[in-house]
């Protein structure tokens, strides 16, 4: 099985039409068009699944640069997805220049310090 990225799709791309693209070429398994959870459009993106290394290659290399829904798109064999660190982040405030200090005016100052 052979993933393919499919980039700089058109957001009124449909899976018909990436799947019409790819069938030109050999069996396409699926297609899917990644998209937005919060907007429910379409990221730009798709990956498409053909079973024959062979067709795959040569989809690749033959849709490559090629329209779909009238965008020249981006094609190549998916990398493996990598693990990213999920959620989490984002580092502590920013303390002041002491440990335990709040921001309060508990402090005293001498001439000294300037």
Do not use: C, K, W
């Amino acid at each position: 099985m052979t993933n393919i990225y499919v980039g700089n799709l058109s957001f009124r791309a449909t899976e018909d039409d990436v799947r019409s693209a790819f069938s030109e070429h050999g069996q396409v398994s699926s297609v899917n068009i990644i998209m937005d959870r919060e907007t429910g459009r379409s990221r730009g993106f798709a990956f498409v699944e053909m079973p024959n290394a062979d067709e795959a290659n040569n989809a690749i290399e033959a849709i490559n640069g090629r329209e779909i829904a009238g965008r020249g798109v981006t094609v190549n064999e998916a990398r493996p997805r990598t693990e990213r660190p999920r959620g989490g982040g984002g580092g502590g405030g920013g303390g002041g220049r002491y440990s335990d200090d709040r921001g309060g005016r508990n402090r005293s100052f001498s001439r000294d310090d300037y």
